[in-house]
């Protein structure tokens, strides 16, 4: 792959280039990860999370059983 180039926007936006964003395999929504080195900066896919990640923590402070809740819940 030759060397590429894009813009900054005033937003600090930037469109990665076709031949990049196939051989990542990045789609819309997908994050980047940023990192120094020896040399500058290298960009890679950041590692996906889990569909589950964002309810961690979601019933944190919940007074209840957790079991009494979810059977509850389910109108048991």
Not at 7 to 12: F, L
Not at 29 to 47: C, M, N, Q, T
Request: aromatic share 6%; no cysteine.
């Amino acid at each position: 792959m030759a060397q590429q180039t894009s813009k900054i926007t005033s937003k600090a936006q930037t469109t990665v280039p076709k031949d990049v964003r196939e051989a990542l395999g990045l789609h819309p929504g997908d994050e980047l990860e940023w990192s120094r080195d020896r040399v500058g900066f290298r960009v890679r896919k950041a590692p996906t999370r889990s569909r589950l990640d964002r309810w961690v923590g979601y019933l944190k402070g919940v007074d209840e059983d957790v079991d009494e809740l979810v059977e509850r819940m389910r109108g048991r």
